[in-house]
């Protein structure tokens, strides 16, 4: 019996090659625990631009509502030939589904680079507001252009936005060492990151058992590089969190080592890595899978949590242990974390990990 359908949406460049090895990698841990998985692969990116006419086929979004949730690998729409159908798919889905929450972990591991080997936090970053001019849903493009030396760019703040992202990191944070960091710059962005603020604490009287503190968006990020182990949980506003989330990355063995789960009130959840879909490096067996695995993980991870499937949770702990395995040996693991293997090695080891 069907317990779980995943979407399977390779998207561009290097999701050809780090798509198919988390979903090799989810199969084997499935198999392990018996853990019944319906995979359905959708055109998505360039190939469905070429196939279909449009970067996202009609009925995608409809389809997509069905399933539980998908692997959506890294879209590069900036090298889309011009045209009607060469939409960015990312903030559609984003939108639609309303998945207002990014969490994007960063865990130290040792002899990969890590400039420390304690690092385990996990920043969630608001999805679907702030400055970002292709996510904004109120403002439309949110930026404005009303003669040729003036720009006005707009940034939206809800207090409903943030109160909904403000939860789902203190589940996380409840789920961890029950401290929330919230990362804000209310000094200078009164109403806006002062709502956003005003927002988390509302939420976080539902959560007496997480301690809540704050700090101001610059001094975090010197202090990500000072005492990254000082922190646990951090919840914080769409541009901060992109920002942050990268410099995160670079402290744990760059994008490679970025992984990302977007998610919504819902069960439905987007498994995407933090980093793009690097053409210079696509299709020389030389990626990183790294991300796009650990992504998948942690969706079936959320997945088992949220439909309350213990074999989903196993598979999750399965897949965490062999990943921690490939990491540990340079042989198994790619080049840009001091390795020696290409992306298909260090797939296949991860799988046979498994076992
Ligand atoms: P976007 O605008 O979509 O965020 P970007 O311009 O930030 O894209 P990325 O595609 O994220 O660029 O990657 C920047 C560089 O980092 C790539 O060119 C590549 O060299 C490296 N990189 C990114 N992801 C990986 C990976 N999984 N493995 C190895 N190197 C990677
Ligand atoms: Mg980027």
Not at 201 to 224: G, H, S, W
Request: net charge neutral; charged share 20%; aromatic share 6%.
């Amino acid at each position: 019996m069907t317990q779980l359908t995943i979407g399977i949406l390779d998207g561009d460049d290097i999701g050809h090659e780090i798509v198919p090895a988390a979903v090799a990698v989810v199969k084997a841990a499935a198999a392990r625990h018996g853990l019944q998985i319906d995979w359905r692969p959708m055109p998505i990116g360039r190939t469905a631009l070429d196939s279909h006419g449009t970067t996202m086929p009609e009925g995608t979004l409809e389809t997509l509502a069905t399933f539980d949730g998908f692997i959506l690998g890294p879209i590069g729409h900036q090298a889309y030939p011009k045209g009607p159908g060469a939409i960015n798919p990312h903030p559609i889905l984003r939108k639609h589904f309303d998945l207002f929450a990014n969490v994007r972990p960063t865990r130290s591991y040792p002899g990969i680079g890590c400039i420390y080997d304690d690092i385990d936090l996990v920043i969630v970053r608001e999805n679907n507001e702030g400055f970002q001019p292709d996510r904004n849903v109120v403002m439309g493009s949110g930026e404005f252009r009303p003669n040729d030396d003036l720009t006005i760019s707009v940034r939206v703040i809800s207090r409903k936005g943030s109160r909904k992202v403000a939860r789902a990191a203190l589940d996380i944070a409840r789920s961890r060492k029950k401290r929330l960091t919230l990362v804000h710059k209310n000094t200078v962005f009164k109403l806006g990151c002062g709502m956003f603020v005003e927002s988390c604490y509302e939420a976080a009287k539902d959560y007496p058992d997480v301690t809540v503190d704050e700090v101001i968006v610059d001094t975090f990020a010197m202090r990500l590089v000072r005492d990254p182990q000082s922190f646990d949980t951090v919840v914080t506003t769409n541009m901060f969190g992109d920002i942050l989330t990268d410099e995160a990355a670079g402290l744990v063995g760059g994008l490679g080592m970025a992984p990302g789960l977007c998610i919504g009130e819902g069960g439905l959840a987007m498994a995407q890595a933090t980093h793009g879909s690097a053409p210079d490096i696509a299709g020389k067996d030389i990626a990183n899978p790294y991300a796009m695995i650990e992504s998948a993980r942690m969706l079936i991870e959320h997945l088992g949590r949220a439909r309350n499937l213990p074999h989903a949770l196993d598979a999750a702990r399965t897949m965490q242990a062999a990943i921690d395995k490939a990491l540990a040996a340079p042989q198994t693991r790619t080049r840009d974390i001091r390795g020696t293997a290409g992306t298909r090695a260090m797939t296949e080891a991860i799988v046979s990990a498994i076992g």
